[in-house]
């Protein structure tokens, strides 16, 4: 159960696909020389391989506990979190001035990768404090930002998000959890779940970033604000003071992420939690949405880590047993020689690759929404960054699922067994198409929030994109992407004309629709993949094992994935009345 980090996949992606090197001679990112891309990818797989994958299974068959309302986590957890705090990892991608390393997001996120895959109940610690740093960036006032973001951005501390309660998962309006001005601040009463690192044995000290009602804001959501309550107040130096009135309840017991302590959290069951408010009273889901964004795109490279982890305990079990002859005759052979299961590991393979590059195009897009000179290149960028959000949380995570559930069946009946460890990265994986907002949540947005808000101006603009680069290239993928192309463009375009006076049968679609858009804007990022392949076979064949390995996995995607658009597009324009046809009562 050892993990590789796939460096040579990571550093090709983030040449050809990214434009690393261009991002490189922004202002911003100066500091990202190739040299140091290298040192830092290099250091991470070390760290990855030896320190955080070899807590990954027992880990797992341990979990967190909570002992006298204290948080334990696993074994060899805390040491390994002193090394990637100590080792300066939580600080990739911030701000130099609250002391980050100023590099691009796509290289950090590169990094987290190797994190979840490597262990994914040790890394959501560290994804859900970019989340807080996140906010406290974005909203936070300049005595806030010195309190808190030097101690965040560096890992001394980490973050959280409170957002469910019992009654409120994805509706928050129906949250009750109460903020009452007490003249200097607020405080906190309440009580939320499903908390990841609520509370942990790590740090001194944990920020929650919680939504609230103050006693005067309207219903529903628009009378959401969010609240910074720290596990231990900070005066205005920054130093810990008492410990505030906050306290784990008890953890859930999950089908996976076993290491992970994700915490029932009760707030003010004495004399309040101390609060402050974080931006403006009533504007709480603006604030949410930031860190929401942010943890989906984090949540979709989990997809994506916990296949890559899955693919790679495949391909050594399938290269090492025995079992029955080929179909030519004679001797038993390993079973990676056998078609089906050779079909399975390509596969996965194919969806694992196609999901990474989706992953780190859409974030090389934040890094150019970001941090872009131009104002017009930002616009544009951000636009691409919000059509593809839910489109990377949900394709990654789906396709991290079938993935990893593809590992199983590659080991067989061993792969049923806990020992192999197989079995945990498909019970892992399966949190992630649920948490941060549901697939079909994603779907609805993608078709509501994006399609359908700006009459489909930003999905044309990735459409047009898409066919004027397979115009340009006569590569061998480019017919059968044109033939996807189409099937999404049709989909498009049937949507956009539907009565918005029957909007049950339009968005009955929206999750094929969603999966197409995925699959197809993933198949076009192979195919440019395969290109640069090619090219770069022509021009240096001494690495050309990884360079053909491209452009036959290409092939693959476009043969056994790609094909998959027409089946989605038919869901997309005619599954819909037969979707709300069955009377309720029947079910």
């Known amino acids: 159960m050892s993990y590789a980090a796939p460096i040579a996949e990571m550093r090709f992606l983030l040449d050809e696909i990214c434009g690393l090197a261009e991002l490189a001679a922004l202002p911003a990112f100066a500091e990202a020389t190739p040299e140091l891309v290298d040192q830092i990818l290099g250091e991470a797989g070390r760290v990855a391989a030896e320190v955080m994958a070899p807590l990954n299974h027992p880990g797992d068959q341990a979990g967190s506990s909570l002992e006298n309302g204290v948080v334990r986590t696993p074994d060899g957890f805390r040491d390994a979190y002193r090394t990637y705090q100590e080792g300066g990892w939580n600080t990739i991608p911030f701000a130099t001035e609250s002391g980050g390393m100023g590099l691009p997001w796509v290289l950090a996120n590169a990094v987290q990768e190797m994190w979840q895959a490597a262990n994914m109940g040790f890394a959501l610690g ?110 205005e130096a920054g130093t810990l003071g008492r410990r505030n009135d906050i306290r784990v309840v008890s953890l859930e017991r999950k089908l996976g992420i076993h290491a992970s302590p994700t915490c029932v959290m009760a707030y003010g069951d004495n004399d309040g939690a101390v609060g402050e408010l974080l931006g403006q009273e009533n504007k709480g889901l603006h604030c949410m949405f930031v860190m929401m964004n942010n943890a989906r795109l984090a949540v979709g490279l989990q997809g994506v880590a916990i296949a890559d982890r899955a693919y790679q305990q495949a391909v050594a079990y399938a290269r090492d047993r025995v079992q029955s002859p080929p179909l030519s005759g004679g001797a038993s052979v390993p079973i990676i020689r056998h078609p089906d299961v050779r079909r399975m590991l390509m596969t996965m393979r194919a969806q694992t690759e196609a999901m990474r590059a989706l992953n780190y195009y859409a974030m090389a897009a934040l890094d150019r929404a970001k941090s872009h000179p131009d104002e017009a290149t930002r616009r544009q960028a951000n636009a691409r960054v919000d059509l593809l959000t839910p489109i990377v949380k949900a394709c990654c995570t789906d396709f991290g699922v079938e993935t990893a559930s593809l590992g199983v069946q590659v080991h067989g009946g061993v792969g049923y067994i806990e020992e192999t460890g197989a079995a945990q990265h498909y019970r892992d994986a399966r949190i992630a198409p649920i948490y941060e907002g549901t697939n079909g949540i994603q779907a609805n947005d993608l078709l509501g929030r994006k399609l359908l808000r700006d009459d489909g101006t930003a999905m044309a603009d990735l459409i047009a994109e898409i066919a004027a680069w397979a115009a340009g290239n006569d590569s061998p993928e480019r017919a059968s992407l044109t033939a996807a192309l189409n099937d999404l463009r049709h ?14 049968k339009t968005f009955a679609g929206a999750a094929p629709y969603l999966r197409l858009a995925g699959i197809i804007t993933a198949g076009w990022l192979m195919a440019k993949s395969a290109q640069a392949a090619r090219a770069r076979l022509a021009n240096n064949p001494d690495n050309r094992p990884f360079l053909e390995t491209k452009c036959v996995t290409a092939a693959f995607f476009m043969q056994h994935i790609l094909p998959q658009t027409s089946a989605l597009a038919a869901a997309v324009t005619c599954g819909g009345q037969s979707v709300m046809a069955l009377q309720e009562d029947y079910f």
């Open 126 to 235: 560290p994804l859900l404090t970019a989340g807080a740093v996140e906010a406290l960036t974005a909203f936070g006032t300049a005595g806030q930002k010195a309190r808190y973001l030097p101690k965040l951005v560096s890992g001394e501390w980490t973050g959280t998000m409170n957002l469910t309660e019992p009654q409120a998962g994805s509706d928050l309006g129906l949250l009750k959890t109460r903020a009452e001005p007490d003249g200097a601040g607020y405080r906190i009463r309440g009580q939320k779940i499903f908390i990841t690192y609520g509370d942990q044995d790590w740090t001194d000290n944990i920020v929650h970033m919680v939504l609230a009602r103050t006693p005067d804001a309207p219903a529903g959501s628009a009378g959401i604000s969010m609240f910074i309550v720290s596990k231990f107040q900070v005066d």
């Open 491 to 504: 989909a498009t375009d049937w949507l956009l004309e539907q009565d918005r006076t029957e909007m049950a």
